[in-house]
């Protein structure tokens, strides 16, 4: 029960977090870059914070087997396109899209909070999962 109510205070108190304007203020103030070279990935969202505040209340609004299959989807999508390219698995290489905006993988942890232990099991079941599959989310019981 006590372990029950202290999970429950955590999972809330980082939901928070990922819903509070000045975490996310902190987030889109970090940079990121690859090779010394500084990119543009979060110049859209610190524009439109909101938008980004926005999707991130519809995306946490979902359950989170949802969540995981919609990322797990993404991952498919893309093996998917890439093997039509007649790329393999061994160059497979993921592009991530916010709202439709290309981001690299570091600009979407932060921009998303989908942390990236999540996006490696999604990309690692993707991987292990028939081309064509579509994972449905499993209601939680
Ligand atoms: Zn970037």
Same mark, same amino acid.
């Given at each position: 029960?006590?372990? @029950?109510?202290?999970?429950?205070? !955590?999972? #809330?108190? +980082? ?7 000045? #975490?996310? %203020? +902190? ?5 990121? #870059? ?15 914070? /909101? %938008?980004?505040?926005? !999707?991130?209340?519809? !995306? ?6 949802? +969540?995981? $299959? ?10 998917? #396109?890439? =093997?039509?390219?007649?790329? @393999? ?10 709202? @439709? =905006? $290309? ?11 989908? %942390? $990236?232990? &999540?996006?490696?099991? %999604?990309? &690692? =079941? /993707?991987?292990?999962?028939?081309? @064509?599959?579509?994972?449905? $989310?499993?209601?939680?019981?």
């Amino acid at each position: 029960m006590r372990s @029950g109510l202290v999970n429950a205070y !955590w999972k #809330s108190k +980082r939901l928070c977090e990922k819903l509070s304007t000045t #975490s996310m %203020a +902190r987030q889109l103030a970090k940079t990121c #870059s690859r090779h010394d070279q500084e990119h543009t990935c979060k110049d859209l969202f610190r524009e439109h914070p /909101a %938008a980004l505040l926005k !999707w991130r209340m519809l !995306w946490y609004s979902l359950p989170s087997c949802d +969540r995981h $299959a919609r990322i797990v989807n993404m991952f498919l999508a893309a093996r998917t #396109s890439q =093997q039509k390219e007649k790329l @393999g698995d061994d160059q497979f290489s993921m592009k991530y899209y916010v709202l @439709g =905006q $290309a981001v690299c993988r570091d600009a979407f942890i932060d921009l998303t909070c989908i %942390a $990236a232990d &999540t996006l490696q099991r %999604a990309r &690692t =079941q /993707a991987m292990s999962s028939d081309i @064509g599959t579509v994972v449905t $989310a499993s209601p939680v019981v």
